[in-house]
């Protein structure tokens, strides 16, 4: 986190005024400034840096947004700011907002670069604020690096490191079933999705916290690439199928909140992770699998795979009936024609999880958006010879037959949550750069939150 903040108590002033304070603030100031903001026609919008009158340097930087209360207000800061250390001028209900959105906008995955862009810094007072900050802002930017790292780097083995580290990190404890380990525990369609890769296939399991607290379960699907399998996608929608590991981001991301934030939960976190490659040994369409619990599965098409292996992984889930359970997926472009790409779905069983992650979306400004369960389209995932198909007769409502789908292996009586994202920015806006972001883990984190502590 050393890139976005540094502590202390000096740098640049930097004040955050509404452009609508812009003429009454401009009155005030010295002829010197006056005439520096009409020389520079400056009118109140964006940043302007206010020389010394002797010296020539920066004196103060000045932002004028639009409204001050918003979150992603300082979104593009950093990155207009030159190399130095600012300091916050302003009051301190807007600390929060200014720190958050300096660092989601100045983050950079620079991993495979030679130099990174942004040089300045903003400078925090407190060494429990600048702990605040650091923990809230890494969840995020987690998230974002496991996305954006390429599928080379990131296979089933680099995420249980990550797991790994993360358990090491906290005092949790850590689990996993590789390869035919997968058949002996009983895992069937995570082996089944992942067994045509070089990268052996496995089931990652986290445990954290007090064993009586009311039980969490983030289940996250973690395939490290989707090419479709043999109904291999074309060119254009596998480009950035590196992302499909995005569900376990989200829940990695997520998971890392809860434990800096020691939340009084037992956490669990599940994660299936395989690449759906193309090989001899690969699942074949017209093949069917008995699931972990037991129903049968015909493979209409290899292409929907997110749901065979969270399957597996929501009935393992099972096991220790939580209080409430979360997956999250990138699993169907249905999704995104739903709702577009900045807006995730969510699909649940209990209507008053629904009211709350609703509100706690509001709260911090990451809003989710429900969708229906709506079982009259059950009879779209009928199969001629087994229980089920894994791809439904029709397209329409894709993202509800995908979540219906989950359903079957979700026990009615356990509260649950899905999720069904996009994990990537399309274009840049303030705060969110261009690849890799997490969508719906602050109103995950906030419903946890309050659900568990207020
Ligand atoms: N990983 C994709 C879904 C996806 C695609 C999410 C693009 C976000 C952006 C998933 O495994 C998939 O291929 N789904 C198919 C399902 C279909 C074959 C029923 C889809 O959505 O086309
Ligand atoms: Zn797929
Ligand atoms: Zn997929």
Not at 39 to 56: A, H, Q
Not at 332 to 360: H, K, M, W, Y
Not at 413 to 437: C, Q, S, Y
């Amino acid at each position: 986190m050393e890139n976005f903040y540094c502590v202390g108590d000096k740098g640049t002033p930097l004040f955050i005024l509404p452009t609508c304070e812009f003429d009454s603030w401009k009155i005030q100031q010295s002829d010197f400034i006056q005439s520096w903001l009409n020389s520079t026609s400056f009118s109140g919008i964006g940043l302007t840096l206010i020389p010394d009158n002797n010296t020539g340097n920066v004196l103060q930087a000045v932002y004028f947004v639009e409204d001050v209360n918003a979150f992603w207000q300082c979104g593009d800061l950093a990155s207009l700011l030159p190399e130095g250390k600012y300091l916050f001028k302003g009051h301190d209900k807007h600390r929060d907002l200014v720190a958050f959105g300096w660092a989601l906008g100045a983050y950079q995955f620079d991993s495979y670069k030679t130099n990174s862009k942004i040089k300045a810094k903003l400078v925090i007072p407190c060494q429990k604020d600048l702990k605040k900050y650091s923990d809230l802002v890494q969840g995020i930017v987690l998230v974002r690096d496991l996305v954006n790292t390429p599928a080379c780097d990131m296979m089933p083995q680099h995420l249980a490191e990550t797991m790994q580290d993360l358990a090491n990190s906290f005092g949790g404890e850590f689990n996993q079933w590789v390869g035919d380990e997968l058949l002996e525990h009983n895992y069937p369609t995570i082996h089944m999705v992942g067994r045509a890769s070089e990268h052996k296939p496995r089931l990652i399991d986290l445990s954290w916290g007090d064993t009586n607290a009311p039980k969490v379960t983030l289940v996250g699907k973690g395939v490290c690439f989707d090419s479709g399998g043999l109904d291999l996608k074309p060119g254009a929608g596998m480009r950035y199928m590196k992302k499909d590991m995005g569900g376990a981001a989200h829940v990695i991301g997520l998971a890392h909140l809860i434990m800096a934030f020691n939340l009084p939960v037992r956490l669990r976190v599940l994660v299936p992770a395989v690449e759906n490659a193309v090989s001899n040994n690969a699942f074949r369409p017209g093949d069917v699998i008995k699931t972990r619990k037991g129903i049968t599965v015909e493979i209409d098409n290899t292409d929907a795979e997110g749901r065979l292996v969270l399957c597996d992984a929501l009935t393992e889930a099972q096991n220790d009936e939580p209080d409430l359970l979360v997956d999250f997926a990138t699993l169907t472009g249905a999704c995104r024609v739903a709702l577009g790409t900045e807006l995730p779905g969510f699909f649940t069983n209990n209507d008053a999880v629904a009211a709350g992650l609703i509100q706690s979306g509001k709260k911090v400004d990451d809003h989710v958006w429900q969708l229906p369960l709506y079982s009259p389209y059950k009879d779209m995932l009928k199969s001629n010879i087994a229980d089920l198909t894994n791809c439904a007769i029709s397209g329409f409502g894709g993202a509800i037959t995908a979540a219906l789908y989950l359903q079957e292996f979700v026990e009615p009586h356990t509260p649950w949550i899905h999720f069904d994202v996009m994990a990537w920015n399309n274009r840049k806006l303030p705060g969110r750069p261009i690849g890799g972001e997490a969508f719906g883990v602050r109103a995950m984190f906030e419903y946890i939150q309050s659900r568990y502590t207020d």
